[in-house]
């Protein structure tokens, strides 16, 4: 191949691919070579499945058959191990599911079977996706390909820096507090979470069900739309799901008008990003967009929302791994010693805190003091949210207050780890649709996301805006 | 809503949780789970709590039949189970001489 693979976008390979200037298998093998000689740098991976050049193969052969073929068609694709594909190890970067193989397809790899997509390997994350680093992985960090020194973010750190050192064209990751956003952010990738309702969660392995959305990484918005696209659905399998003609639409302003909740983000941010931040607003103001000030009353609440909510639905739904009928089996003297030593030695230290926390706010006494609570304050942030998208079209603010930090810099001080979800929380609270963009590095070359929150359903002017507001 | 979590809380959090910690993992998760406590605290503070709630999912029952034949993902599930035995999985003595279950 005279073009060199590694530099296009999706979009570009599949133009390629369709034009006959490279075959799948000779692009699938490119991007196979290239991350089995990085994955000892990177540990991007968890894993490269041996049938993806076959599976290349198949799509090439139905391509000279003339057979139509879906948009993703050849293309090779990384997929967060938390989501199941049928037969092959889904280990949600946890001791506890090591050696577990999925036993059906969850809906959205249905979804790029069906487009073609060649899923060429599942990606390094924090252990059930709590954390945000990729430290809390029981298989290895995962290096920032821009300063192997540092974090490639979290929880979907893998999949991050596929995208991000050419490792994968295309990733999937899942984001419940920011775990697609914040890595994306890290990695310089774009990284977008779609409205809550409208990707099926069936098939990704339950962390926060309220919370929970799988989404796409690209290099660019176009690819990360491309692969959006195919994700979108209604879904039998997943009654979360939400059918659009059921969402009221909206009349976007005139000119498009962005808002920013400058109290919320004047304090704690790295000089460098909140320049990069104020460079991106004036230049979408050059491209016409109007910039105002808006208020979130209570936008900073949303932190400590998400820390009752999350780690109450947590400890439920990891309660499914007690050695029964999956995963990890520890023996002890009888079934109850079974279930606490199996958990006791297939949970790492962050999930145990997360499952702790959230069976004390469950817990008789606690309940309606805290969760309760949140869940009616949850409601409130929903309603500034609301509130704000009567003047504006979207809402822009930094994707992170710091950049990449250093490996082992923030793992003795879970608050301060926590601490880093500030920005990218209140999109998942409130069911919104948000995406990081590129948006240019720190003067140590550390790249810097740029943020946009757009109302419920309205993926189109997400889309849109991050086009305008990508720095390469 | 402020309290400070206690040795005996995190003990008796181990049990409904069904998590064995070590005494090490017990007095760290002492500290992180009252440092926690402490920050999510501030939400006992908010008193205007007039919000929304946002949903536009239709009635997604399906009906009260069978969708697929039986037995069909027999061997695929238990092939994953720790202990099988014939075809089914396989756990220790339900009811013990334990007080607590």
Known sequence: MTIDPITLSARAAAQHLAAGDFSSRE????????????????????????DALSTAEEVDERRAHGENLGSLAGIPIAVKDNILIKGKTASSASKMLEQYHATYDA???????????????RTNMDEFAMGGSTENSAFGATKNPHDTRTVAGGSSGGSAAAVSDNLALLALGSDTGGSIRQPAAFCGVVGMKPSYGRVSRYGLMAMASS????????????????????????????????????????????????????????????????????????????????????????????????????????????????GVRYGLHVDGVDLLDDYIQTRGRGFGKEVKRRIMLGTYVLSAGYYDAYYGRACAIRRVIRKDFEDAFAHVDAIALPTTPSPAFILGEKTNDPLQMYLEDIFTVPANIAELPAISVPSGTTSTGLPIGFQIVAPYFAEDTLFSVAKDAYVS | MQKTITHADIVRLA??????????????LEGDLGSILNYVS????????????????????????????????????????????????????????RHDN
């Open chain 1, 211 to 322: 919370l929970d959305q799988i989404g796409p990484f690209g290099k660019t918005v176009e690819d990360a739309e491309l692969l959006y696209k195919v994700l979108i659905g209604t879904d039998t399998q997943d009654a979360t799901t939400v059918d659009p003609a059921r969402v009221p639409a909206r009349t976007p302003h005139s000119p498009l008008t962005i808002g920013v909740p400058r109290t919320f983000i004047e304090k704690g941010v790295h000089p460098e990003i909140m320049q990069a931040f104020e460079r991106t607003l004036e230049q979408l103001k050059s491209q016409g967009y109007s910039v105002v000030p808006i208020e979130l009353p209570h936008v900073s609440h949303s932190l400590a929302v998400y820390y009752v909510l999350m780690p109450a639905e947590v400890s439920s739904n990891l309660a499914r791994f007690d």
């Open chain 2, 15 to 28: 049990e409904l949780a069904r998590i064995e910690l070590s005494s090490e993992e017990l007095n760290s």
């Open chain 2, 42 to 97: 501030e939400l006992s503070t908010l008193t205007d709590l007039e919000g929304i709630d946002r949903n536009y999912n239709a009635n997604t029952l399906r009906a009260d039949e069978h969708s697929e034949e039986s037995a069909v993902h027999t061997d695929i599930l238990l092939a994953e189970a720790p202990h099988v035995d014939r075809e089914y999985v396989a756990v220790k003595q339900i009811i013990s001489k």
């Open chain 1, 107 to 121: 809906t959205v790899i249905e979804k790029l079977k069906q487009a073609g997509a060649v899923i060429i390997g």
């Open chain 1, 27 to 50: 692009l699938v093998e490119t991007y196979l070579t290239r991350a089995q000689e990085r994955n000892g740098t990177i540990n991007a991976y968890l894993e490269l499945f041996d």
